[in-house]
């Protein structure tokens, strides 16, 4: 059974950082482009940033100077670091794998960013 499990959401206030994981199971993590996605409320689901199992990293936001992944291969995980969070932040995050014609999503985890 396939799953992905996020974790380091909660609430931070504007300008501070959190750190989100991703832990897998059920597949074989190091041949899958992993990946982190966000969705606010009234929102499309949109890419931050994925990263390919060699570890190549693209960014597909207008913030990414602000947002760093990485992934451990041993361990199953995929991390994304964000910094200097702005309200507009606020959205559930979710954890992807694809390779081919699979695409497995995590549950998400809240991220809200409020004073």
């Known amino acids: 059974q396939v799953q992905l499990v996020e974790s380091g959401g909660g609430l931070a206030q504007p300008g501070e950082s959190l750190r989100l994981s991703c832990v897998a199971s059920?597949?074989?993590?190091?041949?899958?482009?992993m990946g982190w996605y966000r969705q606010a409320p009234g929102k499309q689901r949109e890419l931050i940033a994925s990263i390919t199992p060699g570890g190549s990293a693209n960014y597909n936001h207008s913030d990414k100077g602000r947002f760093t992944i990485s992934r451990d291969n041993a361990k199953n995980t995929v991390n994304l670091e964000m910094s200097s969070l702005k309200s507009e932040d606020t959205a559930v995050y979710y954890c992807n794998a694809n390779a081919l014609h699979l695409d497995y999503w995590g549950q998400g985890t809240q991220v809200t960013v409020s004073s």
């Open positions: 059920g597949i074989t993590f190091s041949i899958y482009i």
